[in-house]
């Protein structure tokens, strides 16, 4: 039943975004190929654009939306099967939408749906071992976020055509290796959590230290990113790396206002105004850190979060405790060792034990192509003197990066004097 409101672009927009994931999810449980799941839920949102301004948003949006949705969906396989005329092509058609069970009954519009369940079950699915780490994060942003194919493709810097491409190999692959709906196995689940959570921080990671483009932060894919490790909190409180996560999150999230200055350039670090850190999301971040800690044997996210912690707490860069930051660090590159590791490494040995330490670890690196390792050699060679040494590194590191606001401070870096 519409009531008579008439809802403005804004209020259409939080309503889809909040559903979306709600409608795909109850679609998905009953059926099974992505792609024709998504393409029903899209059309049930090109439905509710056209009638919801006429006559009124429905009191249960979901409902709505779930309900057009299914049917829109088995109209679809309707039409397939009328038109591929041989009941051989149509058993074939069954066993890919309905993973070989028989053809299921619409949906409820009164379906009850958890909030994390379906969030989190969609993640795990997403994130089925059979599709590669980077198909993972662009299923999760197009499935899970909401996120359009053009709006991933820029974020990622890539054609709209490849990531299309993308995301199809990954429903096709889901839907032929017969992914269903629903928590894996218990064996299975450690690993797919696992896999979650390292999705959730590239995709915050992509946010706010973007690898590309013009600006220095992406908000959409940082908050998105936050989104999802609270849902990943919320459906484990008791699970340690996931509060580690989204501790984290908040912790660097907290820095993002200070990260660029009023021309859209980069600001490091030691450089930054900490008044406009956000102290509710370092203060939500220290407590969650708090709790998790001590919970038992502490991994990657906890360790990573304690640094952001440290450096949270100082009021301004001199008062950083960077022998703790070093000890952390170094247990990190034990339990998960990484060259983003080693490259963070090799900064607080440096600002520990000296440059020349620092340079000593950063040559475990060597990957040639990354731009991070030359800017950081730079600022090495720089504090020893070297300033031929510090600009030519400098000028390799622009010259690899494709994110224009580190290009224009690493070229400043080139031309100013040490």
């Given amino acids: ?21 709600h409608v795909l999810a109850a679609l998905a449980r009953r059926h099974g190929d992505p792609a024709d799941c998504e393409d029903a839920v899209q059309q049930a949102l090109l439905a509710a654009a056209e009638q919801w301004p006429r006559e009124g948003m429905p009191q249960s949006p979901r409902a709505w939306l779930v309900r057009v949705a299914s049917r829109r969906l088995i109209d679809q396989v309707r039409a397939d099967e009328a038109r591929r005329r041989r009941e051989e092509v149509v058993e074939q058609q069954e066993r890919a939408l309905h993973g070989g069970a028989s053809r299921p009954d619409p949906p409820s519009e009164h379906e009850p749906t958890a909030v994390a369940d379906d969030t989190l079950e969609l993640m795990l699915r ?12 662009a299923l999760t942003l197009r499935a899970v976020g909401g996120l359009t194919t053009r709006e991933i493709a820029a974020g990622f810097l890539v054609p709209e055509a490849t990531m299309a491409q993308r995301i199809s190999r990954a429903r096709a692959t889901l839907a032929g290796d017969g992914a269903r709906f629903g928590s894996p196995d218990t064996e299975e689940l450690a690993e797919r959590l696992a896999a979650v959570r390292h999705v959730v921080s590239v ?16 908000e959409a894919f940082a908050d998105e990113a936050i989104r999802l490790a609270r849902v990943l909190r919320a459906a484990d409180p008791d699970d340690p790396e996931s509060s580690g996560l989204l501790a984290l999150l908040l912790l660097t999230h907290a820095r993002a206002a200070a990260r660029a200055d009023h021309a859209g350039d980069l600001v490091p670090l030691e450089q930054q105004d900490r008044t406009r850190w956000d102290c509710a999301l370092i203060a939500e971040g220290v407590r969650l850190l708090e709790e998790c800690l001590p919970a038992g044997e502490v991994g990657p996210f906890q360790l990573q979060a304690a640094v952001a912690a440290v450096h949270a707490e100082a009021a301004c860069p001199q008062e950083t405790d960077w022998p703790q930051i070093l000890v952390l660090y170094r247990m990190l590159d034990r339990v998960a060792p990484a060259p983003a590791t080693t490259l963070a490494l ?22 040639e192509r990354w731009h991070r390792p030359y800017a950081v050699r730079g600022h090495l060679l720089r504090r020893l003197g070297d300033e031929q040494g510090a600009r030519e ?26």
């Fill in 393 to 418: 590194a400098f000028a390799t590191a622009a010259r690899l990066t494709c994110s224009v606001p580190e290009q224009r401070y690493l070229h400043r870096l080139v031309r100013e004097p040490g």
């Fill in 1 to 21: 039943m519409a009531t008579p409101t008439d809802p403005d672009a804004k209020t259409y927009e939080q309503v889809w975004r909040a559903e979306r994931r």
């Fill in 203 to 218: 995709i915050f990671t992509e946010g706010h230290q973007r690898s590309s483009g013009d600006t220095v932060v992406d």
């Fill in 126 to 137: 997403c994130c089925h071992p059979a599709i590669s780490p980077s198909s993972r994060v």
């Fill in 346 to 367: 090799a900064g607080a040995t440096a600002e520990v034990e000296g440059a020349a330490a620092g340079l000593e670890v950063l040559g475990r690196i060597q990957d």
